[in-house]
């Protein structure tokens, strides 16, 4: 079994034992569990060979015993046994966002609730206004819940779907020496959330063993189609894969092609037409000739066109500016030299606040902000007056003894429904940075939310707003905003916005960036991270930066740590 499909088990067990009314403590365990696994970066296999699997943090007999069953039987009898109690369709409703096993217990005792179906009609029906602890917001929110359940069905986290095309690819080119293999479609343009995952191959005499072999991927869960030179599988996850494989000239042709997005295409060949030419995925044609390409950038280049990356080609406006080689060199991972919105075990994350410093610096970061969850946030162990003192006591330790390595000592502060933030001004003033995130009222009207994260940017101490829209990808709407209002006031201010480079998040979207620049906005790629795995997330917000067109000088944390720590204390009021 795959480790996501194991991590998703065991919080699946930890929601239907709550649904069970099983003791608090078993489910918290689960649910840690699957914490520390998402952060595991060795082989699950091998830990359970090894017996390793035991020392790992809050995995005691009973649940090395239920994912040892899962890696080496397939199966897990404690989820089986719970789903025995309940109809299939209930685990299901638990997917709803803001629907906890809580409120579901009564819809399914009082109400009969089985699957999402009964449940949207007896909405629709105000079944559960009669019920305590339901409103008339409550069973709006569900309905919402429930739109956007339909609406991310198939969809997969942009992480996933990279892990997943690399292990195929890494097993591809280890049965076929020297394969010329390429991602392709919305993977290869670092789409937020990915439907399929697109492989397209190069070879002129091996095509066939190339799809047998493809048939056979372990992970594999079902051979959807199969020919000559095309096939597709559905994997154990549920990600779809399409390989398709070409002939060696015809490769730069089709890796544009199946790059897409189709508009983009469109336009391609359109301009390929204006200059008497016909572009398929099969060559540049004049005529029956072929115009020979080696690489996609003599594609563009026979066009007359910049190299277009792959990041933007959406089907806007990069063909026209391609056009007058006016596309501007885009930020690259090598640029990142530090990393804030870093948690440690002094609040939510799973990692001593010395473990994610050796991380950063094995993966030769120069500087970190460290910014826990403030005093307000008290599910996430929020940090009081005393604690803040004590984290930044071992802030001080560690830079005394780090080489070329520096902590700042920040927070990550509630925005507070009335957009102040959630210390006083005499604690505020003791860190060296302040992000600032909302965490918490959700539902308020568009001005409200509004006015409420404008109040937060003219804040003297806020340097960063966090995770701007709030959005959860594949499970959270953004909340209403007025985004050109807080990026008008974010630039007056001098305040950085954020990309979260958190999976779940992805967070302002890429949409926005291109008009933020524009305004004189400035941002930090930031990794959201609550373990030392999480860092890594830093390079997805590199491709979400590249695809809304930012170049290293418009992101502070490429700057050397002399930059970064001007910029932090620029403000005059600081």
């Known amino acids: 079994m795959e480790k996501n499909q194991i991590i998703e088990n065991l919080n699946t067990i930890a929601q239907l034992m709550e649904l069970d009314g099983e003791n608090p403590f078993k489910v918290r365990a689960f649910l840690n569990a699957a914490r520390v696994l998402e952060s595991e970066a060795r082989d699950l296999s091998t830990l359970v060979k090894t017996g390793e699997l035991s020392n790992l943090q809050g995995i005691g007999k009973s649940l090395t015993e239920a994912i040892t069953e899962m890696v080496q039987k397939n199966k897990s009898t404690p989820l089986m046994e719970l789903q025995k109690k309940f109809p299939a369709g209930l685990v299901e409703c638990l997917k709803i966002s803001g629907l906890g096993p809580k409120k579901l217990k009564i819809l399914y005792q009082e109400l009969g609730i089985n699957n999402v179906g009964e449940l949207e009609y007896a909405c629709k029906e105000n079944r559960l206004l009669g019920l305590k602890g339901f409103g008339l917001k409550t069973q709006e929110n569900v309905l919402k819940g429930i739109a956007a359940l339909k609406k991310f069905q198939g969809r997969f986290h942009l992480d996933m779907a990279w892990a997943t095309a690399n292990q195929i ?71 779809q894969v399409d390989l398709r494989v070409v002939r060696a000239e015809e490769f730069p042709y089709a890796l544009v092609y199946f790059t897409g997005n189709k508009i983009h295409n469109t336009a391609l060949r359109a301009r390929a037409k204006d200059f008497g030419y016909k572009l398929n995925e099969y060559g540049l044609f004049k005529g029956t ?41 885009l930020i690259e991972a090598e640029d990142i030299q530090g990393v804030f919105h870093v948690h440690s075990d002094w609040s939510d994350g799973i990692n001593t606040l010395q473990a994610m410093q050796q991380e950063a610096m094995r993966l030769g970061l120069r500087y970190m902000g460290q910014s826990d969850h403030s005093q307000s946030a008290t599910y996430a162990g929020g940090l009081d007056e005393t604690r803040i003192k004590s984290q930044m006591t071992e802030i001080e330790g560690l830079n005394k003894k780090a080489k070329n390595f520096h902590i ?52 003297p101490y806020t340097r960063i707003l966090g995770h701007m829209t709030g959005r959860l990808l594949l499970a959270r709407e953004e909340y209403e905003i007025d985004t050109e209002k807080i990026i008008e006031a974010a630039a007056k201010n001098r ?29 930090f790629i930031n ?5 030392t795995a999480g860092l890594s997330d830093t390079w997805l917000g590199v491709h979400l930066a590249r695809k809304g067109w930012l170049s290293k000088e418009d992101v502070i944390n490429t700057g050397t740590l002399a930059v970064v720590a001007k910029y932090l204390s620029s403000k005059e009021s600081l």
């Open 495 to 523: 305040v950085a916005i954020e990309i979260n480079a958190n999976p779940h998040r992805l967070d302002m979207d890429w949409r926005f960036l291109k008009k933020a620049k524009a305004a004189g906005v400035k941002f």
């Open 169 to 239: 690819v890494s097993y591809l080119k280890a049965q076929h020496k020297g394969l010329q293999i390429e991602v392709g479609g919305s993977l290869r343009r670092w789409r937020e959330t990915i439907g399929d995952i697109d492989l397209l191959i190069a070879s002129d005499s091996s095509a066939e063993k190339i799809i047998r072999t493809f048939q056979k991927i372990p992970e594999r869960e079902a051979v959807l189609a199969a020919g000559p030179t095309k096939a597709s599988i559905r994997l154990q996850s549920g990600i």
């Open 527 to 531: 990794p959201d991270a609550h373990s």
């Open 408 to 459: 700042f000592k920040g927070i990550e502060s509630d925005i507070l429904a009335d957009g102040s933030l959630d210390y006083t001004p005499k604690i505020l003033k003791q860190f060296e940075f302040i992000i600032a995130s909302v965490h918490s009222r959700f539902k308020m009207t568009k001005s409200q939310m509004t006015e409420r994260i404008l109040k937060a940017i003219q804040n």
């Open 289 to 329: 000739k072929l115009i020979p390409c080696k690489t996609e950038a003599d594609v563009y280049a026979a066009l007359e066109l910049q190299y277009i990356p792959p990041e933007l080609r959406e089907g806007f406006d990069e063909i026209e500016i391609a056009a007058e080689h006016k596309i501007p060199k």
